[in-house]
Protein backbone atom coordinates (compact mmCIF):
# COMPACT_ATOMS: atom_id res chain seq x y z
CA UNK A 1 0.00 0.00 0.00
CA UNK A 2 2.65 2.53 0.94
CA UNK A 3 4.35 1.76 -2.62
CA UNK A 4 1.16 2.26 -4.43
CA UNK A 5 0.83 5.54 -2.74
CA UNK A 6 3.80 7.19 -3.38
CA UNK A 7 3.71 5.77 -7.26
CA UNK A 8 0.35 7.68 -7.56
CA UNK A 9 2.16 10.32 -5.69
CA UNK A 10 5.14 10.45 -8.07
CA UNK A 11 2.20 10.24 -10.75
CA UNK A 12 0.60 13.24 -10.28
CA UNK A 13 4.12 15.26 -9.27
CA UNK A 14 5.25 13.92 -12.15
CA UNK A 15 2.26 15.22 -14.21
CA UNK A 16 2.30 18.74 -12.68
CA UNK A 17 5.97 19.18 -13.19
CA UNK A 18 5.28 18.03 -16.96
CA UNK A 19 2.50 20.05 -17.25
CA UNK A 20 2.37 22.82 -15.20
CA UNK A 21 5.85 24.02 -15.83
CA UNK A 22 7.27 25.97 -19.33
CA UNK A 23 5.76 27.20 -22.73
CA UNK A 24 3.33 26.26 -24.19
CA UNK A 25 4.66 23.78 -26.82
CA UNK A 26 6.35 22.02 -24.02
CA UNK A 27 3.34 21.61 -22.12
CA UNK A 28 1.41 20.13 -25.23
CA UNK A 29 4.45 17.84 -26.10
CA UNK A 30 3.73 15.06 -23.37
CA UNK A 31 0.84 14.54 -23.95
CA UNK A 32 0.83 13.48 -27.70
CA UNK A 33 3.97 11.38 -27.10
CA UNK A 34 3.93 7.84 -27.28
CA UNK A 35 3.53 5.83 -24.50
CA UNK A 36 7.06 4.54 -23.93
CA UNK A 37 8.22 8.24 -23.61
CA UNK A 38 5.26 8.78 -21.05
CA UNK A 39 6.70 5.84 -18.80
CA UNK A 40 10.27 7.45 -19.41
CA UNK A 41 9.20 10.30 -18.38
CA UNK A 42 7.13 8.86 -14.80
CA UNK A 43 10.66 6.93 -14.70
CA UNK A 44 12.68 10.00 -14.64
CA UNK A 45 10.73 12.02 -12.10
CA UNK A 46 10.85 8.88 -9.53
CA UNK A 47 14.71 8.47 -10.29
CA UNK A 48 14.83 12.45 -9.31
CA UNK A 49 12.28 11.72 -6.55
CA UNK A 50 14.69 9.17 -5.10
CA UNK A 51 11.77 6.56 -5.24
CA UNK A 52 12.39 2.89 -6.06
CA UNK A 53 10.49 1.68 -9.51
CA UNK A 54 10.06 0.22 -12.63
CA UNK A 55 8.00 0.27 -15.65
CA UNK A 56 5.62 -2.58 -14.12
CA UNK A 57 4.58 -0.08 -12.01
CA UNK A 58 3.89 2.90 -14.16
CA UNK A 59 1.73 1.06 -16.33
CA UNK A 60 -1.14 2.74 -15.60
CA UNK A 61 0.49 6.36 -17.06
CA UNK A 62 0.38 5.52 -20.36
CA UNK A 63 -1.51 6.02 -23.29
CA UNK A 64 -4.30 3.30 -23.97
CA UNK A 65 -5.17 4.03 -28.10
CA UNK A 66 -3.45 6.33 -30.60
CA UNK A 67 -4.23 10.16 -29.77
CA UNK A 68 -6.63 12.14 -32.17
CA UNK A 69 -4.39 13.89 -34.75
CA UNK A 70 -7.31 16.51 -35.19
CA UNK A 71 -6.61 17.42 -31.58
CA UNK A 72 -4.00 19.38 -29.58
CA UNK A 73 -4.54 17.51 -26.53
CA UNK A 74 -6.51 14.42 -26.61
CA UNK A 75 -7.38 12.99 -22.80
CA UNK A 76 -9.82 10.21 -24.00
CA UNK A 77 -6.43 7.88 -24.44
CA UNK A 78 -4.78 8.33 -21.59
CA UNK A 79 -4.72 6.20 -18.19
CA UNK A 80 -7.23 7.95 -15.86
CA UNK A 81 -4.43 8.79 -13.87
CA UNK A 82 -3.03 11.11 -16.59
CA UNK A 83 -6.03 12.59 -17.64
CA UNK A 84 -6.87 13.24 -13.54
CA UNK A 85 -4.08 14.85 -13.75
CA UNK A 86 -3.80 17.05 -16.75
CA UNK A 87 -7.60 18.22 -16.07
CA UNK A 88 -6.13 19.65 -12.53
CA UNK A 89 -3.18 21.22 -14.37
CA UNK A 90 -5.57 22.85 -16.92
CA UNK A 91 -7.93 24.53 -14.21
CA UNK A 92 -4.41 25.64 -11.71
CA UNK A 93 -2.68 26.86 -15.23
CA UNK A 94 -5.30 27.44 -17.72
CA UNK A 95 -3.14 29.79 -19.74
CA UNK A 96 -1.10 26.86 -20.39
CA UNK A 97 -3.88 25.17 -22.71
CA UNK A 98 -5.87 28.70 -23.85
CA UNK A 99 -7.00 27.83 -27.77
CA UNK A 100 -5.54 24.59 -27.85
CA UNK A 101 -8.39 21.99 -29.27
CA UNK A 102 -9.72 19.56 -26.51
CA UNK A 103 -10.85 15.83 -26.56
CA UNK A 104 -12.29 14.59 -23.02
CA UNK A 105 -14.65 12.16 -22.48
CA UNK A 106 -16.68 11.31 -18.79
CA UNK A 107 -19.40 12.22 -16.96
CA UNK A 108 -22.15 14.72 -18.06
CA UNK A 109 -23.46 17.19 -15.55
CA UNK A 110 -25.59 20.24 -15.46
CA UNK A 111 -25.74 23.01 -12.88
CA UNK A 112 -28.20 25.46 -13.44
CA UNK A 113 -27.64 29.23 -11.47
CA UNK A 114 -30.63 29.63 -9.24
CA UNK A 115 -30.09 33.47 -9.73
CA UNK A 116 -29.73 33.79 -13.67
CA UNK A 117 -31.31 30.44 -14.67
CA UNK A 118 -28.38 29.79 -17.17
CA UNK A 119 -27.24 26.39 -17.29
CA UNK A 120 -23.56 25.47 -17.43
CA UNK A 121 -22.62 21.69 -18.79
CA UNK A 122 -19.75 19.59 -18.20
CA UNK A 123 -18.14 16.83 -18.44
CA UNK A 124 -16.70 15.37 -15.31
CA UNK A 125 -13.18 13.41 -14.79
CA UNK A 126 -12.95 10.63 -11.66
CA UNK A 127 -9.31 10.11 -10.62
CA UNK A 128 -8.05 6.37 -10.47
CA UNK A 129 -9.40 5.36 -7.55
CA UNK A 130 -12.93 7.36 -8.36
CA UNK A 131 -12.47 9.46 -4.66
CA UNK A 132 -12.31 13.04 -6.25
CA UNK A 133 -13.31 14.71 -9.47
CA UNK A 134 -12.69 17.42 -11.83
CA UNK A 135 -14.25 18.74 -14.58
CA UNK A 136 -14.08 21.00 -18.13
CA UNK A 137 -17.21 23.48 -18.78
CA UNK A 138 -18.30 22.82 -22.21
CA UNK A 139 -20.01 25.53 -24.47
CA UNK A 140 -21.89 23.50 -27.52
CA UNK A 141 -21.48 25.29 -31.06
CA UNK A 142 -25.00 24.30 -32.02
CA UNK A 143 -27.96 25.15 -30.24
CA UNK A 144 -29.66 22.58 -28.07
CA UNK A 145 -32.37 22.48 -25.96
CA UNK A 146 -32.05 20.79 -22.11
CA UNK A 147 -32.78 18.68 -21.29
CA UNK A 148 -34.68 17.78 -24.27
CA UNK A 149 -31.79 17.60 -26.51
CA UNK A 150 -28.81 16.72 -23.75
CA UNK A 151 -27.89 13.01 -22.34
CA UNK A 152 -28.69 12.31 -19.10
CA UNK A 153 -27.15 13.54 -16.19
CA UNK A 154 -24.86 10.64 -15.24
CA UNK A 155 -24.58 9.55 -19.10
CA UNK A 156 -21.08 8.82 -20.12
CA UNK A 157 -19.97 11.61 -23.15
CA UNK A 158 -17.11 12.49 -25.25
CA UNK A 159 -16.66 16.19 -26.03
CA UNK A 160 -14.63 18.12 -28.71
CA UNK A 161 -13.58 21.63 -28.12
CA UNK A 162 -11.31 24.52 -27.88
CA UNK A 163 -10.51 25.08 -24.33
CA UNK A 164 -10.77 28.58 -23.15
CA UNK A 165 -11.15 30.81 -19.87
CA UNK A 166 -13.87 33.37 -19.47
CA UNK A 167 -14.01 35.71 -16.33
CA UNK A 168 -17.87 36.12 -14.60
CA UNK A 169 -18.33 37.49 -11.46
CA UNK A 170 -14.51 38.04 -10.97
CA UNK A 171 -13.82 34.53 -11.25
CA UNK A 172 -12.20 32.89 -13.85
CA UNK A 173 -13.76 29.72 -15.49
CA UNK A 174 -11.97 27.26 -17.82
CA UNK A 175 -14.49 25.93 -20.88
CA UNK A 176 -14.65 23.98 -24.17
CA UNK A 177 -16.08 26.49 -26.89
CA UNK A 178 -17.86 25.62 -29.93
CA UNK A 179 -17.61 21.75 -28.43
CA UNK A 180 -19.44 18.99 -30.42
CA UNK A 181 -20.79 16.34 -28.07
CA UNK A 182 -20.69 12.98 -28.96
Wanted: charged share 25%.
Amino acid sequence: MKKKFGFISVCFLCAVCLFACGNAERTAAPVTSSSAQTVKDVLDAAKFLGIETSSEDVEDTSLTGEPDPNVDVDLTVMSSTMVYSIVYSMVTDPSSYEGKKVKIDGIFDVYTDDKTGKNYYACIIQDATKCCSSGIEFELEEERVYPNDYPDNGSYITVTGVFETYEEDGILYCTLRNAKMM
